[in-house]
C-alpha cells in the first residue's frame, strides 16, 4: 500500500524559511496530482497548495507569492518551499493525494513559526 511521508518541519523565527518534502512509498507523483494543507490547534485543515500531474501549481491566497511547490519524479517527492514565514503559519503541515480513488494522507509535520 502507497504511504506519504512529510518531513522538514521545525521551528523557525518569523521571516525565515522551511522546506517541506513529501515523499511516497511508490513513485506515483509523476502522474498524480498532490496537495498540501495545514491545521492549526483547535482550527479546521485548510488548503495550502497543490501541484497537478502536469506541474501547474496552485496556491491559497494566504501563502501566494511565499510558498513554492516543486517535484522530483526522479525522487518520487514533493517539495513546498516556504519563505518569509509569518506566526500564522504555525500549523501541522500534511501532504494528500488521491489514488485509484483513495484518498492518502501523510502523518504531518509540524511547523512553528515564532520569535
Known amino acids: 500500500q502507497v504511504q506519504l511521508m512529510e518531513s522538514g518541519g521545525g521551528f523557525v523565527q518569523p521571516g525565515g524559511s522551511l522546506r517541506l518534502s513529501c515523499a511516497a512509498s511508490?513513485?506515483?507523483?509523476?502522474?498524480?496530482?498532490v496537495s498540501w494543507y495545514r491545521q492549526a490547534p483547535g482550527k479546521q485543515r485548510d488548503w495550502v497548495a497543490e501541484?497537478?500531474?502536469?506541474?501547474?501549481?496552485n496556491y491559497a491566497d494566504s501563502v501566494k507569492g511565499r510558498f513554492t511547490l516543486s517535484r522530483d519524479n526522479f525522487k518520487g517527492t514533493v517539495y513546498l518551499q516556504m519563505n518569509n514565514l509569518k506566526a500564522e503559519d504555525t500549523a501541522v503541515y500534511f501532504c494528500?493525494?488521491?489514488?485509484?480513488?483513495?484518498?492518502?494522507w501523510g502523518q504531518g509535520t509540524q511547523v512553528t513559526v515564532s520569535s
Open positions: 494528500y493525494t488521491l489514488l485509484r480513488g483513495n484518498q492518502l
Open positions: 511508490g513513485n506515483i507523483f509523476s502522474f498524480n496530482g
Open positions: 501541484i497537478t500531474s502536469g506541474g501547474s501549481t
